[in-house]
Every structure is written in C-alpha cells, then in structure tokens.
C-alpha cells in the first residue's frame, strides 16, 4: 500500500482544543493525512444537557464516517469522550476510537506534594468517568476539582488573537491552587483541549509554579499504536481538510486553520441534529 492510499486520521473537537493533539499526531503520523472536524454549531459542550448532546454526537459521527472512511477517530474533547465514548463504540463497532480522559493517572505518578488539580469544563468535572479515575488511580492524593464555564470561550479568543483580561482569566483558575499542611498544589491537569494554548497565560498569573500537565502527546502516541506504519512512507505535504459544523467560520478562525496547515472545506450535511436545551452544571 501506498502512502497516498492510506486512510485519513479523523480528529474530532466541539471547537479549535482538538488543535493542541492534532500537533501532536502529525509528528507521529507524518506519512497520515487528517481531517479536523470542529462541533462550533454546538460549541460549547458545557451548555448541553447530557442525553441531547449523546444523541448530536452518535449522529453527527454516523455522518462523519460515511462521508470520510477514516482509518481511527480520535476525540480530542474530554467533555465529548467521557460522555459519549462507550456510545460511540457501540454504535460504531467496526471503528476504533481513540478518546481523551483528564490525565489523572500520571498526574498522581509525578506530583510530591500529594495535592493536584484537575482543570476541567463543568462537565468533565461531574462525569462519574473523572471520579472513577481518581478512585482507582489517585486514591491517595488530594484531587481538586474546578470545573470552569468560560475557559473554552477564552482560549478560542486567546487563539484567535483577542486579548484576555488577567483578572477575568485567574478567576478561572485560582481555584486550583490549594495550600495544605503545609504542602502546595504542584500539578494542574488541563483536562480540556482548549486550555494548552493558555498555559503561557496560566504560568504567568499562578501564584506559585506548578506543572501544567497536556494529554495531547499522550493521546497521539496512543493514536500511533493502533495505525500501521507502512514501510518505504514519505512524509506528506499539502493542507489538510478542516470541516466545520456550522458551514461559516469566520475570517481569524479560516487564517488560523490555514497556520495548522488545514483548508476549511464545506459542510454540506445540514444540520438537523439536537439542539441545546439545558446547561450542564
């Protein structure tokens, strides 16, 4: 098989988080092609009740994989995965996808302090999936929880070019840092795609340093496992496709696409799925 015959990697956000992975897996993947599929006319995740965001997610990858055959799909959205993961599968037994779950497990390896944070949307942040897995992993750690409303909406701005206000962003994050018998936080988990492309941000404002911990990496070598390296590859050039569910980026979000190179190309299935109609809180 050639390179040039070998399916697509669907990577799939409700926004531009999924970005900070697919970084990630072109460096492992290069003789791949990918197709970044952004949910902006659900965007964002957190202002959805939980059954009609299952039901927009199952059908909207029903549309996905006829349209584009992929190879793996990985769900670059913590929010997304922990939600509708087990569904996905289930619905689609024949294809593999590859999800992202708040990294507590090697968060709970590295910190020293005992005391870590998980960085999350409000809805990562009350999924039982989370609670799970600091129930089998970090059992013996002190686990925050801040489920943040508006740092999605933010990094989005953040990306684009838009200046934050400091004060409005350390709100969103000054719950993180706990000081407890006499110990510190030392590791926030970014349990949200979005938010690496704030870390930068993060650092400066933190009232003492702490690691930042990005899945990303983490996802794509998962993602590199289960993809056959064909021998003889070259390493491919060229834009990749980016769709968008709402059919109308704007201008700062198509120039951004075109700096990862990705081409925003149409959306053509209307969009009849759910609608929100309740927020997660």
């Given amino acids: 098989m050639t390179t040039s015959e070998l399916k697509p990697i669907l990577v799939f956000d409700s926004g531009i988080g999924g970005l900070t992975v697919l970084r990630e897996a072109r460096v492992l993947m290069p003789e791949r092609h990918f197709i970044y599929v952004a949910d902006d006319a659900g965007f964002p995740y957190g202002g959805w009740e939980e059954g009609a965001l299952k039901e927009r997610v199952i059908a909207l990858f029903g549309e996905l994989l006829a349209a584009h055959d992929p190879e793996i799909c990985i769900i670059a959205c913590n929010t997304a995965f922990t939600l509708v993961g087990a569904d996905l599968r289930g619905a689609y037994p024949q294809m593999t996808f590859v999800g992202t779950v708040p990294a507590i497990k090697p968060a709970a390896e590295r910190t020293r302090s005992g005391l870590v944070s998980v960085l999350a949307t409000p809805g990562t942040v009350k999924r039982a999936y989370t609670r799970d897995l600091i129930q089998s992993f970090a059992s ?7 489920g943040s409303e508006n740092l999605a909406r933010m990094a989005e701005a953040y990306i684009r070019g838009e200046k934050l206000d400091d004060e409005a962003v350390l709100g969103e994050i000054a719950s993180c840092f706990v000081e407890r018998d006499g110990e510190k936080t030392d590791i ?9 492309f704030m870390a930068n941000v993060f650092r400066r404002l933190a009232p003492w340093p702490v690691d930042w ?10 993602a590199r496992s289960l993809v056959p390296l064909p021998n003889g590859f070259e390493p491919l050039n060229g834009f990749d496709p980016a769709v968008f569910t709402s059919g109308k980026p704007d201008f700062a ?11 925003v190309i149409a959306n053509t299935v209307p969009d009849k799925r759910a609608k929100p109609s309740q927020a997660i809180v």
């Fill in 140 to 146: 013996q750690c002190h686990v925050r929880l801040v």
């Fill in 213 to 222: 911990l990005d899945p990303a990496e983490a996802i794509a070598r998962r």
């Fill in 188 to 196: 926030v988990v970014l349990a949200c795609t979005h938010y690496p």
């Fill in 253 to 263: 979000t198509r120039r951004l696409m075109q700096g990862f190179g990705l081409t």
